[in-house]
């Protein structure tokens, strides 16, 4: 059974940056691919980053620019720097690892984006 750890949540003005880590029980070689995931309330999970093993990256049309997705294979971590955050990037961040067909979720964590 794979454990992902989120931290890095909070609550931050518009216009500002948080990093959110997700560190994984295993090996990040293990996984096809990392993602970030975000559900605000009343709406489906979306996906908002991911990064394949190669290290390939995509994002959501809404956060081109603003949000990175990255890996530290030593740490067992993926990371989302997040800039210039809006008021709509406020959700649940989940992180997720795509097992080669199975899915492993974090618990999430909270991103509250003030005007």
């Known amino acids: 059974q794979v454990q992902l750890v989120e931290s890095g949540g909070g609550l931050v003005q518009a216009g500002g940056s948080l990093r959110l880590a997700c560190v994984a029980s295993?090996?990040?070689?293990?996984?096809?691919?990392m993602a970030w995931y975000r559900q605000a309330p009343g709406k489906q999970r979306e996906l908002a980053a991911r990064?394949?093993?190669?290290?390939?990256?995509n994002y959501i049309d809404s956060v081109k620019g603003r949000f990175t997705i990255s890996i530290d294979n030593a740490k067992n971590t993926v990371y989302l720097q997040m800039n210039s955050l809006k008021p709509e990037d406020t959700a649940v961040y989940y992180c997720?690892?795509?097992?080669?067909?199975?899915?492993?979720w974090g618990q999430g964590t909270q991103v509250t984006v003030s005007s």
């Open positions: 997720n690892a795509d097992g080669f067909g199975v899915s492993h």
């Open positions: 295993r090996s990040m070689f293990r996984f096809a691919a």
């Open positions: 990064i394949t093993s190669g290290g390939t990256t």
